[in-house]
């Protein structure tokens, strides 16, 4: 039976029997952990990211938040995976062969898209960038400005054509506070709240009033040159974490979608159907 969905809020038609994705977003700060009914995002969650963890490690905190849900590792029926973090990929394969019985699909060089890359070297741009493209081009249509608000402030630039064009990185708001805190003597560590003006009265709201009113002036700066650049008047589509702080501060940002990635992972999954196979499951 086939079953019809909004792009944008995933709400189901008619009902079917729908294969269980587990959707991975492995990023150098949170690794964010979706699980799609269908094209339904039934589950979402963020852990933190950490190089030493085991797979058993990683598995225990899949399987514990999957509870949560009422849902067990035999209800997963696939799995796709994005990594910039390269020493987690197998890790995280591991997790889903050992314990969810499925071969993950791993976003790289190698799989099927349908975009074309026009960077100096394709193999350059990182998967999350890709990933984030897909999922910008199905739900809203080229031109489009991409800002993701992750480890790093990336935009991506898709011509009206379809294509990744490139883009620009710049560092991310977390390292930036990091920053500030580590490299100066009487700086404190502070959480990033809209200050209620732009001239801080105390230091915290100072350091506040930089960073979030200083990376608003770096997203309009940058996303206006992008526009000339592209010819055209480009949406802009915002996500990662830090993504409703900034764009409630803006104009230039038009939407606000933090499961952009997810929805891209789910894309590219549907795509390459048929490469990922199951290890074998069997009596379900």
Known sequence: MSITVSARDGRTAAA???????????????????VFD?????????????????????????????????????DIDEAVLGSVVPSLTPVFQDVCRRYF???????????RTGIRILYDSPRDVGAD???DAVAAIKLYGPPLIIVDFGTATVFDAISREGDYVGGAIAPGIGISLEALFE???KLP????????????????NAMQSGVIFGYVGLIEGIIARM????????KVIATGGYAPLIARETSVIQEVNVDLTLVGLRLIQEAN????????????
């Open 16 to 34: 079917r029997d729908v294969n269980m994705l587990l959707a991975l977003d492995i990023g150098n700060t949170a690794i964010t952990i979706g």
């Open 38 to 74: 269908g094209e339904k995002i039934r589950a979402r969650w963020s852990i933190a990211t950490d190089v030493e963890n085991l797979v058993d490690e990683y598995a225990i905190l899949l399987l514990s938040l999957l509870q949560t849900e009422d849902l067990r590792a035999a």
């Open 101 to 111: 019985k499925v071969v993950p699909l791993v976003v790289d060089p190698g799989v």
């Open 129 to 131: 960038r890709v990933i």
């Open 183 to 185: 490299r100066t003597a």
């Open 189 to 204: 560590r502070i959480e990033l709240e809209r200050p209620k003006h732009a001239i801080g009265k105390t230091t915290v």
């Open 227 to 234: 526009k000339k650049e592209l010819d055209g008047d480009a």
């Open 273 to 284: 159907r048929g490469q990922a196979m199951p290890t074998g499951r069997q009596g379900r």
